[in-house]
């Protein structure tokens, strides 16, 4: 089940709605919401269920223990950590390390074909959160199973985040309220994340997916680059639509879900990028990661292998292929050589043609390394690029554009370069719409998008892969 699905839109998100909105105990609207969650997942795999389960248990008697007589106690933290990373480990980079072993010895070692669970990179790291910060402060820990059960499980941010630490939510598990004002507000920010989805990334994902098709033929520099384009508006329309939609509805039901995306196309640096782009992930790293590490304060050598450390995981994160450890390593070669003023973002950012040179060169590394990202493996990515500079165009490829630049797609493409960078927040700040406005906007957009849906088609959510 899936947040643009009919199913979800017109049976479980109103019904989980309107039964929690005439449930007055607060403890019973949270079990309501737990069963609720589990059954969302259980729609889309229901054998992981239990694995699901164990996971938030290993978790909760984790910070049980690190609450209690066990507080601060380095082994406690040590096994929860090596549990949970051995769970994502066997059931994420298996097949992985297997056909990189066969490659490497020459061996013929069966591929173990596990299933990767939905969501497990996202709720992995939630509990792992939870049982950090109970190890730093275990007055943070909680005696309460359906709490920590609702923390992970919530299904708004269950299987593609963002991901929320236990102690930003756990005020709001305990006492909330769900009011018509934040419920209309919720929906609208929901029918926001929706028409993104729906109405933009999948669009320009249909023209991405055309142009990495033609891959394995002569590649067009034409179709190259707009498939890197539409890609990387895709892949940003796609994750921040699905971000809005979970922080819409976790503000119908009473919680305040922090903002993962900050218009990060309109950064001026690779690093400016990472402070606006999947915000919760890249906190997440920060926090768990790079400052334990010693982050920026045993000099700059050791805060460049910091930071190589920390993109090296969150390349690895995203998938077991090499295509995501390049992804992040290369960022973190670009964040460091900006660091160290190889790249001179700083002294640009001074000017406003600096500016403009600043959002070219991030806007030209984040779409050439997503290309990457998007390709089945390191030679594709790299045929990529090297056909975005040949100046290839062949007759093939002439007929292909003219197939799918339609003029509904090129209003497409126009509206999502508009829409992705710095207009949006700069018009916010002059002035915002009114609520009578808002709500037929988004009353608009959300036919628009009924529309789309009764054409039918189904298109996951990329980071559902993660």
């Known amino acids: ?40 997942y259980a729609f889309g795999q229901l054998q992981y269920v239990p694995l699901f389960l164990a996971s938030v248990l290993v978790n909760y008697t984790a910070g049980r223990l690190l609450s209690g007589r066990f507080a601060r106690s380095r082994a406690v933290l040590g096994a929860a950590v090596l549990l949970n990373l051995l769970l994502l480990g066997v059931f994420k980079y298996t097949d992985f390390l297997l056909s990189n072993l066969n490659a490497l010895l020459g061996t013929a070692i069966p591929m173990s074909g596990i299933v990767l669970p939905i969501g497990i ?7 792992l959160s939870y049982v950090i910060d109970t190890y ?13 059960l609702l923390y992970i499980s919530f299904f708004p941010q269950l299987i593609a985040g963002p991901i929320v630490k236990y102690h930003d939510i756990a005020a709001q598990i305990d006492e909330r309220v769900m009011t018509p004002e934040g419920s209309a507000a919720g929906i609208r920010r929901f029918v926001r994340g929706l028409a993104k989805k729906l109405l933009i990334a999948d669009t320009v994902g249909y023209l991405a997916d055309a142009a990495y098709a033609t891959l394995s033929g002569t590649p067009d ?29 976790g503000r119908m039901f ?61 390349g690895i994160w995203h998938g077991a292929n090499w295509t995501f450890v390049f992804w992040g390593l290369a960022h973190g070669f670009l964040s460091s050589a900006e660091d160290w003023g190889l790249i001179p973002v700083k002294r640009l950012e001074k000017h406003a043609w600096g500016r403009v040179l600043g ?49 509904a797609a090129l209003l497409t493409i126009l509206l999502a370069v508009l829409l992705c960078g710095n207009l949006v927040p700069k018009l916010r700040e002059k002035r915002r719409l009114p609520e009578p406005a808002a709500d037929a906007l988004s009353l608009a957009l959300l036919c628009l998008c009924i529309l789309c849906l009764s054409k039918g088609g189904f298109h996951p959510f990329i980071y559902f892969q993660f």
């Open 1 to 40: 089940m899936v947040f643009s699905s009919a199913i979800f839109l017109f049976a479980f998100l109103p019904l989980t709605y309107l039964l929690t909105r005439h449930t007055r105990n607060l403890r019973m609207q949270n079990l309501l919401l737990a069963l609720a969650s589990l059954l969302f």
């Open 121 to 127: 990179s996202f709720f992995t790291f939630q509990g």
């Open 136 to 148: 730093r402060e275990p007055e943070n820990g909680t005696r309460d199973f359906l709490k920590i």
């Open 221 to 249: 520099t034409r179709v190259m680059w707009l498939g890197a384009v539409c890609y990387t508006l895709q892949i940003y329309y796609d994750f921040s639509g699905y971000s809005d939609m979970a922080i819409g509805m």
């Open 254 to 314: 009473g919680f305040t879900i922090r903002e993962n995306f900050l218009f990060p196309y309109g950064a001026y640096s690779i690093r400016e990028f990472w402070r606006k782009w999947h915000v919760s992930l890249s906190t997440w790293f920060r926090e768990y990661l790079y400052i334990p590490l010693g982050g920026n304060r045993k000099g700059r050598a050791r805060a460049a292998l910091n930071r190589f450390i920390v993109f090296f995981c969150t």
């Open 359 to 407: 959002r070219l060169y991030t806007m030209l590394c984040v779409t050439l390394l997503f290309a990457v990202f998007r390709a089945d493996s390191l030679q594709d990515g790299f045929t990529l690029i090297a056909a975005l500079f040949t100046g290839t165009v062949t007759a093939e490829g002439t007929l292909l554009l003219a197939r799918l630049l339609s003029p």
